[in-house]
């Protein structure tokens, strides 16, 4: 008989499964009595004791298992990319189709899974030492509403991986479609191995829901992926935090670019969602050389040139003057399409704008906000230090995320080591920094403040140290 593929996989799911029904529970890696709730609880006590049950069984599984679980919500997401995608738009109404649908579609079989895990090892003349990356246990994750079931899936992809659970405390605008997603995954997941509510989450979140999990003594971790509310709270949390903050990434420009390649990556990156990407291109700064020539092109690339006056009328809606004297990004124009962003300008599109963009200066609210909108303000300096300067004072100290477009090796370096961010993309669109067009991993989850970076699996472990002494060397 051939072993072809499927068929190996259906003889481990069978094994693995029977080792979830076969009476094997008196071990404790058999299940826990099915919940009927497909992982979707009413509070954060309930959701957090149900994932803490579900680690009891699952922390004795083999890894099997856990490629069994990561198998299941890659699956899902990419088979069901086109139905899930529709609706986490028509929930949040932010956002494009085609890049809610890519995101499950594309980007979460780049989110690494146990393949990633590795051990560490020592062997000498005192014997072998090993490093292991063990689970934390019961994760919290925090989730944002600009990706609300992408990022849930990348980071269960990653913290199963690592042989945790989590529970979820969605934004309350990108709940129903996280809640879905959860209830799909659970129903594969319980197939395919037998176990339940390996991924929990709070069916009606509220930020007392997100309190009670930061503050509950089930959560060993906490992964809070927002903006700078949430992650001040999780930074002062009692609570060991991952903490995937805000950015506001600039695009610097300078003479050596190819400009063609530059104004082809500012479209995509920041046309990606209609800009809801912390990660996507919010203000560029341009060398006065060839500032002219760069507008020019991305008119060539799907931008739709707005003059000043359009600009100041676009501004006027975008932005709110607050109680606190503050202007405000409104958040009715925040991942609108950018033919929606013209006529807030007074003016129709062409059919196939990807973006509006036009010239500012550097003091401009859409330079110094981070806006979440496909309008991108393009700011004309007179050499490169002086872009690299403003673009490092429009990022506000984030360390998030910078974009360099130039052949000068010397220039990658200063603007490098100025910035000093988490992700740092060279002649390419921000998305390359995630593996979409780039080398490396992808996740929803890039923890500045915190030091991980790009989340991974070993993220979400706890390194343990097995010293052998005077044994087990083997040459
Ligand atoms: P948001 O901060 O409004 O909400 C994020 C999550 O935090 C939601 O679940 C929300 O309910 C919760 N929340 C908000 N304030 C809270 C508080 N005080 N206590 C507890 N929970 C709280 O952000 P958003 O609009 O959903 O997402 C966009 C923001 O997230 C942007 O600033 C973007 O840059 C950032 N983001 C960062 C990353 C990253 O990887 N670094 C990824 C995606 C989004």
Not at 49 to 75: G, N
Not at 140 to 162: E, F, K, Q, R, Y
Not at 250 to 274: M, R, Y
């Amino acid at each position: 008989m051939e072993m072809t593929e499927d068929l190996i996989r259906n003889v481990i799911q069978q094994v693995l499964s029977q080792m979830g029904t076969g009476g094997s529970s008196t071990n404790g890696s058999g299940p826990a009595r099915p919940s009927g709730k497909d992982g979707v609880y009413p509070t954060a006590d309930a959701a957090v004791v149900a994932a803490e049950a579900a680690f009891k069984h699952y922390r004795k599984r083999p890894l099997a298992c856990r490629r069994e679980a990561v198998r299941c919500i890659r699956e899902i997401c990419v088979g069901q990319a086109e139905e899930l995608g529709r609706m986490e738009l028509d929930e949040t109404k932010i956002g494009r189709l085609d890049h809610k649908v890519a995101k499950l579609r594309d980007a979460i079989p780049r989110a690494p899974g146990v393949e990633y895990l590795r051990t560490d090892n020592w062997s000498g003349d005192d014997g072998i030492t090993l490093t292991d990356y063990a689970p934390f246990g019961v994760i919290g994750a925090i989730t944002p509403v600009t990706h609300s079931l992408p990022t849930l899936a990348g980071n269960a992809i990653n913290m199963l991986a690592a042989g945790n659970t989590v529970v979820v405390n969605a934004h309350p605008s990108g709940a129903k479609v996280a809640a879905e997603g959860v209830r799909r995954f659970n129903r594969a997941i319980r197939q395919a191995i037998g176990l339940d509510d390996l991924i929990t989450i709070i069916e009606t979140p509220t930020l007392e829901s997100a309190a009670a999990l930061f503050d509950h003594k089930g959560v060993k971790l906490l992964v809070v992926t927002g903006g700078p509310a949430v992650a001040r709270a999780a930074l002062a949390s009692k609570r060991r935090a991952v903490v995937a903050g805000p950015g506001n990434p600039p695009v610097v420009v300078d003479a050596t670019a190819d400009l063609e390649n530059a104004a082809k990556s500012i479209v995509l990156g920041a046309a990606f969602d209609n800009n809801l990407l912390c990660i996507g291109e919010k203000q560029v700064f341009a060398v006065s050389d060839v500032f002219d020539r760069l507008m020019e092109a991305v008119g060539r690339h799907g931008g739709f040139r707005l003059n000043a006056a359009q600009i100041d009328a676009l501004t006027r809606k975008a932005f709110t003057l607050g109680d606190d004297k503050h202007y405000h990004v409104n958040k009715d124009l925040v991942g609108n399409d950018a033919a929606v962003l013209a006529r807030h300008a007074g003016v129709e599109a062409p059919k196939g704008t990807e973006i509006v963009y036009g010239e500012t200066g550097a003091d401009h609210l859409f330079v110094e906000h981070e806006q979440m909108m496909p309008f991108i303000p393009f700011v004309r300096v007179p050499d490169v230090d002086r872009a690299i300067d403003l673009a490092y004072a429009s990022e506000h100290g984030y360390g998030h995320t910078a974009i360099l477009h130039s052949r000068d090796t010397s220039v990658m370096s200063r603007m490098g080591k100025r910035m000093d961010c988490t992700v740092f993309v060279v002649n390419g669109p921000s998305i390359a920094g995630l593996g979409l067009g780039g080398e490396g991993v992808l996740s929803f989850s890039i923890a500045g403040p915190t030091g991980e970076g790009v989340t991974t699996p070993l993220t979400f472990c706890r390194q343990r140290r097995t010293a052998v002494v005077g044994t087990m060397r083997f040459v």
